[in-house]
């Protein structure tokens, strides 16, 4: 019997994948907040929000700014299913731009740790903004992705981080 299972195994092969995936919401305070290393700063205007964060997911994933005409549930949050093509664009987003991490130095893979996301935008727009952080199309294994949303670091409430 198991000299059967051996070779029915060998003849028929199975790829088997880690298939994990988890959505994150990142809120201040937050146990998945830390690596992103988030700069909050208002300036002299209260009216303008300055969001710096560091990339996660380096390589591999990718961030966009998310507009929306309303702020979104955590169901609504998760774009997964748009970003990779499955799916049209909800009719909820008004605006959607892939953004790149800067740095002083011209970015390559050894800095790229280095480099940080900056956003600059008005506290009114962040109310209904988000970061939305996931690979660019589907993997196996489809990790960790979050999303940002802006309005919790925005809040003129709240003091400047640096």
């Known amino acids: 019997m198991k000299r059967s299972l051996s070779i029915l195994t060998m003849l028929f092969p199975i790829s088997v994948y880690a298939v994990f995936s988890m959505f994150v919401v990142i809120e201040p305070g937050s146990e998945f907040e830390k690596p992103f290393q988030f700069k909050i700063s208002h300036e002299d205007n209260l009216d303008m929000c300055e969001i710096e964060f560091m990339p996660v997911g380096y390589y ?5 700014l998310v507009v929306s005409s309303k702020p979104l549930s955590r ?4 774009l997964r299913n748009f970003i990779w093509g499955l799916e049209s664009r ?12 800067v740095s002083n130095e011209s970015i390559t893979t050894e800095n790229l740790k280095e480099a940080s996301y ?7 727009i962040a109310k209904t903004s988000y970061v939305y952080i996931d690979f660019t199309r589907e993997v196996f294994d489809g990790g960790v992705y979050y999303s940002i ?5 925005c809040d003129t409430s ?5």
Do not use: G, H, R
């Not at 169901?75 to 998760?78: F, N």
């Not at 900056?118 to 009114?124: D, V």
């Open 149 to 153: 949303p802006l309005a919790n670091y």
């Open 75 to 78: 169901k609504e949050q998760q």
């Open 158 to 162: 709240t003091k400047d981080t640096k």
């Open 118 to 124: 900056k956003i600059t935008l008005k506290s009114k």
């Open 90 to 101: 909800p009719a909820f987003i008004e605006m959607i731009s892939k953004l790149s991490p």
């Open 60 to 64: 591999s994933k990718q961030a966009w």
